[in-house]
């Protein structure tokens, strides 16, 4: 069965059908990519998964369950979360206090700060406990945020765009916790822009445009896809 | 529990603090034992609202409702319905968290921004006046008058001066140490994710409603317990004062100017200016009618536009520079600051 099971998702902000009936399965163990155009959806997506917005049709499932309309915080506790693709910022909070309040979601007070502790040394920002998020580099902020996915124990996580703005060398710490994670059994779900990085992550992935899943499959299969080609560069012109 | 809440109770310098405190009564002659009073007063409705204001970053005008509640509820219910004045202290308590409560599902039924929050709390706090003044079991415009205090404890009577200082020292210790143990437990860490970003909160599995009303009826509630006390002490209960939102102003000011959020920064802010406040207005308000206010209003300009954020942070980044390191309470290293 799959873990997370999105059926038939449609989303209309006034006369804008931002997701138009959208369906796809994740199985546990994954990391499915979900790529597309500026605008094609993908964020909004994110947002009816995780319970920041509700689907005006469809249904989502987590491990069998409708979440539709369940609150976030039921969601983080039983296991799934989601990242931010524009930072998020803490006016008077350190590293170690937000990612603590991540960690706050399965532990106990003393357990979760020694646990973020480890998780903010695991994605690689060792040292910068006390700093204020806002003093960190973009990359470091794209840490973050996965740190604090992580924090709250997830079983599947859904990252939005930790790549984004990164140079190439840039996204290979955030990408190599991301492995890491997966091989802990975490199933991951992720939007990206950068091709060549959810080429090389993603064991599947999917394609958004305009609303719409357009094309599923393996990346190298996806690639090769006339639909995708077209959504990305355009119709070919045969002259 | 964070361990850092037990560190800080076995340190000696807050008990040397608590046990001078207590010894203050012995020397100090009763107009200035009565200055200090009122500093303990507001050093306890500073501490209470700064755990909705401070630490959870909803600017509450309500809290007048809460103390209203507490001093005329209470007294109402001794002189006209005969109830020992313990059992008003708990239902004004309990009228008070409930009244709290119903702000926080207000707040969180129609998701309301910032400034909304502030000015639905403040027009439910002018409602509550109006509501004092014009109910005759609660005294109306008049108030109550509660009967002489002859230090007997089973009738919530502390005998006056040094008696109420003692119990407004055990209130204002109460609120601060209910604070700061907030601060070291998840829902402080609940409240200030909340309060710097409350998408990133939620995101994280934060219960936003659950934590913004548990701090509103911790809040609501003990500033009904101080306004019980506050009343006894003056023997008056006076609306105008107690019921008004000037108070609540007057709290918000104070937490203010000692530094929001941090659980000793309404504390301080108290113990300066309600004593400047006072002293100012025994040297200048004989001069010309006013004089003290627009001095006590100038040195409050002055704090806020040298440190906005509040004395206190200031204070402790310049103690963390002496001895080069230690990161203050609540607040971010000094990375950037």
Known sequence: ??????????????????????????????????????????????????????????????????????????????????????????????????????????????????????????????????????????????????????????????????????????????????RELNASGVTIVMVEHVMPVIMRTATRIAVINFGEKIAEGTPQGIVEDKRVIEAYFGEHLDA | MKPAFFQALRNPLWWLLLAALAMLPLGLPSYYLHIATLTLVYVALGSAWNIVGGVGGQISLAHSLFVGTGAMLASAMLLNSGINMWVGLVVAALVSGLMGFLIAVIDFRFKLGHLSFALITLAFAEMGEIIVIGWDYLGGASGLFLPRDKGDFSAFQFGGGEGAFYVMLFLAALSVLVSFAILNLPLGYYLRTIRDNENAARAIGVNIFRNKALAMVISAVLASIIGTAYARYLTFADPYLLSSPVLTIEIVLMATVGGLGRSMGPALGALLLVPLGEILRGKLGGVLPGLHYFVYGGVVVAVILATPRGLLPLIQERFARLRGNAKPEGSVASSGA
């Open chain 1, 1 to 178: 069965m799959a873990l997370l099971s999105v059926q038939g998702v449609t989303k209309r902000f006034g006369g804008l059908t931002a997701v138009n009936a959208v369906s796809f399965d994740v199985a546990k163990g994954e990391i499915l990519g979900i790529i597309g155009p500026n605008g094609a959806g993908k964020t909004t997506l994110f947002s009816l998964i995780s319970g920041f917005l509700t689907p005006d049709e469809g249904d989502v499932l987590f491990d069998g369950q409708s979440i539709k309309g369940v609150p976030t915080h039921v969601q983080v506790d039983r296991g799934l979360v989601r990242s931010f693709q524009i930072v998020q910022t803490f006016a008077d909070m350190d590293v170690l206090d937000v990612v603590t309040t991540a960690a706050l979601a399965k532990l106990p007070m003393v357990e979760a700060i020694d646990f973020a502790a480890q998780t903010i040394r695991r994605v690689g920002l060792g040292g910068k406990e006390y700093l204020t998020p806002a003093v960190l580099s973009l990359q470091d902020k794209k840490l973050l945020e996965v740190a604090k996915c992580v924090a709250t124990q997830p079983r599947l996580i859904l990252l939005d765009e930790v790549m984004a703005g990164l140079t190439m060398a840039e996204t290979e710490a955030p990408l190599a916790v991301i």
